[in-house]
């Protein structure tokens, strides 16, 4: 391996020891890349294909145009789904994003410890989103977690039932995901601080700016690439997000904190709807797509204006 | 009255002595060059002056005032940094008024500054621009505009040309000092290069490992550097400097190099009275590579001294050549006129200035006559 690398870089080659020297390369590299293009793509096809046939238990051939998915637009599921989807998606995104510029601003103080406090926020991430989840619902079972704990210590009047309070639901889903997810936000933004030229920060100081307005109108502006970074990453998570809520709250009380996702599975292995479970994915990926193609766009137009 | 005035100023940085006991008074309207190889302390004595960092010891005064203990804003002084450091979200008028703003001058006050500053760098047209639209040329002067607006009692300047092109930076060295020349500034400037500090500077400190080893105006920097260090720093190609033996001849001194060699060289000196004491002891001789030339030439004055030298290598540079040859033994730079090409290995002969001939204590290194 080491010895095809190190020919790689070496020009002058002749061509065909060449070919056969980086074949463990080509192997490596493309394919495990044309399998998993040929899968996504292929499975891709193949559910919007379903979407569009009255298939149920079993995949059937036929044509039943837009039926599935007036179905499933016009279904209480789907609609609380859709609604809780806004209402997660962007709490959670707004949320994580100032808990992570306001953990890497505090880390970005030159404290000491510093890289233990680092490892400590990003740690959540390495935890799978299932773990997350089921801790998370013995944290706020109100019988076991938090509320039990405080009554113990002799505050009795505490109530703190949101897992199992329709209203509230939602966000504990909000808490659990931005306790997992905020450390990511954090690592990008103190990247970002980082890479700051210290010589602005003493021209502002030299200029008379305190700390306050050294971040707001320096600093601060400098992020906003890396905030849309954040935010579009965030967003994918949320739209696709499925394991956390399955394991919190499943999405009860009731369908209370009913997700797209959630609403696919149980049509598609619950409800034996094939048909109808493939509309709602592909409803799914529709949404990813309104956030993904303008991202993928500005990403276009900023390297084409910075070039 | 003294612009700025540095009383035995130290720094450390743990065990690390940066800065050991800096005296320096700087008066105003001086445009005077920091200058000195990199890790010299040179940009850390001028952080320390801006307020940017903290003295270990010493004190600070700037228009009179003790400032150890004022931030940096409250100095009266304005900073041009090295990779110009200009806010990268703001426009270039932004920027310049970005002070102002911080200092609550009203709006009417600031547009008259910054079209008065604008007129004077000539960079109205850049105004409403970011400063990743801008050349490296065009974001240099932004930055000297950001300092200029604020009419400050003592510029700062932290190596500013040297992200720029050998060209550009020509250009732009001239236009500093024009600049200089015009608004009467009192100027702080940090380099490594001493061809900046020669050509812009009314007056040049030389530091080296964290002391000033020169303070005085650029032709005595040149002409009597007050050390080896000074001497081998300052010039380009740096004066020529080796091991000689002082001699006393017909009551007058004479510097004999190689002394003993078949090929040894004897040199008469005039006015050299300081050195006396050293008659007859080592010395070390320094010779500014442009006090050799050609056989041909005639220094003015006295009758030409020449030598004839082995010539080791030939370096023609389009103005000039330069001729590495060997004096008495001893390696030597020569810059002769550019047709001129002495065949390498070969001999050949060399008039030399001798007037300008400076000699080193060898134990102190320091500046004997």
Same mark, same amino acid.
Not at chain 1, 7 to 19: H, Y
């Given at each position: 391996m080491?010895? &095809?690398?190190s020919?790689?870089?070496?020009?002058?080659?002749?061509?065909?020891?060449?070919?056969?020297r980086?074949?463990?390369?080509?192997?490596?590299?493309?394919?495990?890349?044309?399998f998993?293009a040929?899968?996504?793509?292929?499975?891709?096809?193949?559910?919007?294909?379903?979407?569009?046939t009255?298939?149920t238990?079993?995949p059937?051939? /036929?044509?039943?145009?837009?039926?599935?998915?007036?179905?499933?637009?016009?279904?209480?599921n789907?609609?609380?789904?859709?609604?809780?989807?806004?209402?997660?998606?962007?709490?959670?995104?707004?949320?994580?994003?100032?808990?992570?510029?306001?953990?890497?601003?505090?880390?970005?103080?030159?404290?000491?410890?510093?890289?233990?406090?680092?490892?400590?926020?990003l740690?959540?991430?390495?935890?799978?989103f299932?773990?997350?989840?089921?801790v998370?619902?013995?944290?706020?079972? #109100?019988? %076991?977690? %938090?509320?039990?704990? $405080?009554?113990?210590?002799?505050?009795?009047?505490?109530?703190?039932?949101?897992?199992v309070?329709?209203?509230?639901?939602?966000?504990?889903?909000?808490?659990?995901?931005?306790?997992?997810s905020?450390g990511?936000?954090?690592?990008?933004?103190?990247?970002?601080?980082?890479?700051?030229?210290?010589?602005?920060?003493?021209?502002?100081?030299?200029? /008379?700016?305190?700390? %306050?307005?050294?971040?707001?109108?320096?600093?601060?502006?400098? +992020?906003? #690439?890396?905030?849309?970074?954040?935010?579009?990453?965030? +967003?994918?998570?949320?739209?696709?997000?499925?394991?956390?809520?399955?394991?919190?709250?499943? /999405?009860?009380?009731?369908?209370?904190?009913?997700?797209?996702? +959630?609403? $696919?599975?149980?049509?598609?292995?619950?409800?034996?709807?094939?048909?109808?479970g493939?509309?709602?994915?592909v409803?799914?990926?529709? %949404?990813?797509?309104?956030?993904?193609?303008?991202?993928?766009?500005w990403?276009?137009?900023?390297?084409?204006?910075? &070039? | 009255?003294?612009? @700025?005035?540095?009383?035995?100023l130290?720094?450390?940085?743990?065990?690390?002595?940066?800065?050991?006991?800096?005296?320096? !008074?700087?008066?105003?309207?001086?445009?005077?060059?920091?200058?000195g190889?990199s890790g010299?302390?040179?940009?850390?004595?001028?952080?320390?002056?801006?307020?940017?960092?903290?003295?270990?010891?010493?004190?600070?005064?700037?228009?009179?005032?003790?400032v150890?203990d004022?931030?940096?804003?409250?100095?009266?002084?304005a900073?041009?940094?090295?990779?110009?450091?200009?806010?990268?979200?703001m426009?270039?008028?932004?920027?310049?008024?970005?002070g102002?703003?911080?200092?609550?001058?009203?709006?009417?006050?600031?547009?008259k500054?910054?079209?008065?500053?604008?007129k004077?760098?000539?960079?109205?047209?850049? @105004?409403?621009?970011?400063?990743?639209?801008?050349?490296?040329?065009?974001?240099?002067?932004? *930055?000297?505009?950001?300092?200029?607006?604020?009419?400050?009692?003592?510029?700062?300047?932290?190596e500013?040309?040297?992200?720029?092109?050998?060209?550009?930076r020509?250009?732009?060295?001239?236009?500093?000092?024009?600049?200089h020349?015009?608004?009467? *500034?009192t100027i702080?400037?940090?380099?490594?290069?001493?061809?900046?500090?020669?050509?812009?500077?009314?007056?040049?400190?030389?530091?080296?490992?964290?002391?000033?080893?020169?303070?005085?105006?650029?032709?005595?920097?040149?002409?009597?550097?007050?050390?080896?260090?000074?001497?081998?720093?300052?010039?380009?190609?740096?004066?020529?400097?080796?091991?000689?033996?002082?001699e006393?001849?017909?009551?007058?001194?004479?510097?004999?190099?190689?002394?003993?060699?078949? !090929?040894?060289?004897?040199?008469?000196?005039?006015?050299?009275?300081? *050195?006396?004491?050293?008659v007859?002891?080592?010395?070390?001789?320094?010779?500014?590579?442009?006090?050799?030339?050609?056989g041909?030439?005639?220094?003015?004055? !006295?009758?030409?001294?020449?030598?004839?030298?082995?010539?080791?290598?030939?370096?023609p540079?389009?103005?000039?050549?330069?001729?590495?040859?060997?004096?008495?033994?001893?390696?030597?730079?020569?810059?002769?006129?550019?047709?001129?090409?002495?065949?390498?290995?070969?001999?050949? *002969?060399f008039?030399?200035d001798?007037?300008?001939?400076?000699?080193?204590?060898?134990?102190?290194?320091?500046?004997?006559?």
């Open positions: 080491t010895d &095809a690398v020919t790689a870089t070496r020009p002058g080659r002749p061509a065909i020891s060449g070919v056969v980086r074949l463990p390369e080509y192997l490596m590299i493309w394919v495990p890349l044309l998993s040929a899968h996504l793509v292929s499975f891709s096809l193949w559910t919007i294909w379903i979407s569009f009255p298939s238990l079993v059937v051939s /036929g044509w039943v145009g837009l039926r599935n998915y007036t179905a499933v637009m016009a279904s209480r789907w609609q609380i789904a859709f609604d809780n989807l806004l209402l997660f998606g962007s709490a959670f995104v707004l949320l994580s994003l100032v808990t992570g510029l306001v953990l890497a601003i505090l880390l970005d103080q030159r404290i000491r410890g510093e890289n233990v406090l680092r490892s400590i926020f740690y959540p991430l390495a935890v799978s299932v773990v997350t989840g089921t998370w619902s013995w944290l706020l079972n #109100p019988g %076991i977690g %938090i509320q039990k704990l $405080v009554h113990d210590l002799g505050w009795t009047s505490f109530r703190f039932d949101w897992l309070n329709r209203d509230m639901a939602i966000w504990t889903i909000v808490i659990a995901a931005i306790w997992q905020s990511f936000a954090m690592a990008l933004f103190l990247a970002g601080l980082r890479s700051v030229d210290a010589d602005i920060i003493k021209a502002a100081q030299i200029d /008379g700016a305190g700390p %306050i307005r050294i971040y707001r109108r320096v600093i601060l502006p400098t +992020l906003w #690439p890396i905030t849309i970074t954040v935010v579009v990453v965030q +967003l994918q998570f949320a739209i696709s997000a499925f394991d956390l809520v399955r394991a919190l709250t499943n /999405g009860g009380p009731g369908i209370a904190t009913q997700l797209p996702a +959630l609403v $696919v599975y149980d049509l598609m292995f619950q409800r034996g709807l094939l048909g109808r493939a509309a709602a994915a409803l799914m990926l529709l %949404i990813l797509l309104a956030v993904l193609l303008p991202y993928a766009a990403r276009y137009f900023r390297r084409a204006t910075h &070039a | 009255m003294a612009a @700025l005035s540095i009383r035995a130290s720094k450390r940085y743990a065990n690390l002595e940066v800065l050991k006991g800096i005296d320096l !008074d700087i008066e105003s309207g001086e445009f005077t060059v920091l200058v190889p010299c302390g040179k940009s850390t004595l001028l952080n320390i002056v801006a307020g940017l960092d903290r003295a270990s010891d010493g004190t600070i005064e700037i228009g009179g005032r003790i150890n004022v931030p940096p804003k409250d100095r009266d002084i900073m041009v940094f090295q990779s110009y450091a200009l806010y990268p979200s426009t270039v008028r932004q920027n310049i008024t970005f102002m703003e911080c200092r609550h001058v009203p709006k009417a006050e600031q547009e500054a910054v079209a008065n500053v604008a004077l760098l000539q960079i109205e047209p850049l @105004l409403g621009r970011k400063p990743s639209q801008l050349s490296g040329g065009q974001r240099q002067r932004v *930055a000297m505009g950001r300092a200029l607006v604020r009419d400050p009692l003592l510029f700062l300047f932290d500013p040309l040297s992200n720029l092109d050998a060209k550009l020509v250009e732009m060295r001239m236009e500093i000092k024009r600049l020349q015009r608004i009467g *500034a702080v400037y940090v380099t490594h290069d001493q061809v900046e500090a020669m050509t812009m500077a009314t007056r040049i400190a030389v530091m080296h490992q964290g002391e000033v080893q020169q303070f005085a105006d650029p032709d005595t920097v040149y002409r009597y550097p007050a050390n080896l260090f000074v001497a081998r720093f300052m010039g380009s190609p740096p004066m020529n400097t080796m091991r000689a033996r002082l006393a001849e017909n009551g007058g001194p004479v510097v004999v190099i190689g002394a003993g060699r078949p !090929d040894e060289v004897r040199l008469r000196l005039r006015g050299y009275d300081a *050195a006396a004491p050293f007859g002891r080592e010395v070390v001789l320094g010779i500014r590579p442009e006090c050799i030339a050609e041909s030439r005639v220094f003015a004055g !006295d009758a030409p001294i020449i030598v004839n030298a082995p010539v080791e290598m030939v370096e540079t389009g103005a000039e050549t330069i001729v590495l040859l060997r004096l008495g033994g001893e390696p030597a730079m020569a810059r002769i006129t550019p047709d001129i090409r002495p065949t390498p290995g070969a001999s050949a *002969a008039a030399l001798t007037r300008r001939i400076c000699l080193f204590d060898p134990e102190t290194e320091r500046l004997i006559a």
